[in-house]
């Protein structure tokens, strides 16, 4: 069965720096990719997905992220964060471009700084 | 369209109780999603329909649960003889079968099992 892992549980940083937030993802079969953002008291709502072509998907908010499938990572930068970036991250994978078999990574909080 | 509605947000019941929550998909979406998040982890899926038919099942969703969507518009989610580790947020999904499928996700249902 298909799995995400999101390495790091937590991510601080300041203003205007750039991140990155690691998901690595695993799978015997080709996989959709996703990544979902959940603001305080909030469902999630999607940022970008990979379902195939380019390896290099953008999203909203200025959020990009790139499919590796050598390394099976599908890492998601934003070269300049803002303070209204705080939120929980979270990456997810599915076989088939349906929602009932996604899985979730356990998800990494961005805590944005001045 | 406001998006997918969930009611109540808020829950507080005493272990042993019945509880029920209720989901209003976006009204052209012929799919309804519940997941249950737990503190600390992403979303894990319970249970999905298409249109008045639940079509899948997790493992999750213990003989205690039940849901439906009796007419293809609204869902109900019960939790009978609740238990505190049934505390969780629940959350709703729809999304349309056919082209964008995009999963749009409510703002949940905390519940807390006193």
């Known amino acids: 069965a298909q799995s995400v892992t999101q390495l790091d549980s937590q991510v601080p940083v300041f203003e205007e720096a750039p991140v990155e937030l690691r998901c690595n993802y695993s799978s015997s079969v080709s996989v959709y990719l996703f990544w979902y953002v959940q603001y305080p008291n909030q469902g999630l709502q999607l940022l970008l997905k990979y379902l195939s072509g380019s390896t290099l998907v953008k999203g909203i908010n200025g959020f990009e992220a790139e499919f590796n499938k050598s390394q099976t990572s599908f890492h998601l930068r934003k070269p300049s964060v803002h303070i209204s970036d705080t939120a929980e991250y979270f990456c997810a994978v599915s076989l088939t471009y349906n929602n009932n078999d996604m899985r979730f990574g356990a998800g990494t909080r961005l805590t944005v700084k001045p | 369209d406001t998006g997918v509605s969930q009611n109540p947000r808020h829950k507080i019941t005493k272990r042993g109780q019945n509880v029920t929550f209720r989901c209003d998909p976006i009204?052209?979406?012929?799919?309804l999603y519940w997941y249950r998040q737990t503190l600390g982890q992403g979303p894990e899926f319970l249970t999905y329909f298409q249109n008045e038919a639940q079509l899948e099942k997790s493992r999750l969703l213990s003989d205690r649960f039940s849901a439906e969507r009796p007419k293809g518009s609204f869902s109900t989610l019960e939790i009978q003889r609740t238990e505190q580790g049934d505390s969780a947020m629940y959350l709703c999904?729809?999304?349309?079968?056919?082209?964008?499928?995009?999963?749009?996700f409510g703002q949940g249902t905390r519940l807390t099992v006193v």
């Open positions: 009204s052209e979406h012929n799919r």
């Open positions: 999904a729809s999304s349309r079968t056919t082209g964008n499928t995009e999963a749009f």
